[in-house]
């Protein structure tokens, strides 16, 4: 067998083997992490992802469609379509997350005045 050493985190040699055997196979399919099977995170978990990925998505189809039918070269509207998804795509997730950021500093910012007017006596009615 053919065995590799990677450095880890730590700076010591990682030994991978090239070609694991059967019962390392069956080990590392039984100890998988069933709630995140992929290793990158989940798109639809993303706050905001979801949204821009829709609109993105559903403004594309229109703008394509409507460049083909105005210059009639399918590779100009499928460029039209795929440009229009990633520029309203990005723009549509920018301003969702300005929006959840500043959803976050309003929560944050009530919930320590309501602290602090806690610790001073309650607020005065």
Known sequence: MDD????????SPKIIKANPTMPE????WFNRNLENPLPYPQISKTPCMRDA?????????????LTFLH??????????????????????WEFCR???????ETVKRTVEELNRDQLEGGPEV
């Open 4 to 11: 590799k050493a990677q450095p880890t985190g730590d700076g």
């Open 25 to 28: 196979v069956i080990t590392a």
């Open 53 to 65: 990925f829709l609109n993105g998505i559903g403004a594309a189809f229109p703008i394509g469609l």
């Open 71 to 92: 210059t009639k070269v399918v590779i100009q509207g499928c460029r039209a379509a795929v440009a229009s998804c990633v520029v309203i795509g990005l723009g549509t």
């Open 98 to 104: 300005y929006q959840h950021k500043k959803r976050i």
